[in-house]
Nanobody, 129 residues
Framework: QVQLVESGGGSVQVGGSLRLSCATS????????IGWFRQSSGKEREGVAV????????YYADSVKGRFTISQDNAKNTVYLQMNSLNPEDTAMYYC??????????????????????WGQGTQVTVSS
């Protein structure tokens, strides 16, 4: 059974940085989509950054390009989201999710929360001015 456990959330001021971690276990394949999604109050869950583990292909939401970086450490079975230049609009619950079923996704599909079959519990990020 795949398990995803997020950590690293917290409260920071505008312009600050955080690094989220997603510790993974239970995968039976080495190639899958895994990434970060976020949801704030009253809004739909949105894709932030996704990586295809089979080739390091990455996808980013326009709102975070140049500020956020997704990466993976295969030795530690962990996926990271480095978040820099944070602003109040980044405040949300951040979830790690994996899709082990889809062989190919377009960028739009990769950043859509639909189709991801495993989810973590989330970690809260709050950015204050």
């Amino acid at each position: 059974q795949v398990q995803l456990v997020e950590s690293g959330g917290g409260s920071v001021q505008v312009g600050g940085s955080l690094r989220l971690s997603c510790a993974t276990s239970g995968f039976t394949t080495s190639s899958y989509y895994i990434g970060w999604f976020r949801q704030s109050s009253g809004k739909e869950r949105e894709g932030v950054a996704v990586i295809w583990t089979g080739g390091d292909r990455t996808y980013y939401a326009d709102s975070v390009k140049g500020r956020f970086t997704i990466s993976q450490d295969n030795a530690k079975n962990t996926v990271y989201l480095q978040m820099n230049s944070l602003n109040p609009e980044d405040t949300a619950m951040y979830y790690c999710a994996a899709d082990t079923l889809s062989p190919i996704k377009t960028a739009i599909q990769a950043l859509s929360h639909r189709g991801y079959n495993f989810w973590g519990q989330g970690t809260q990020v709050t950015v204050s001015s």
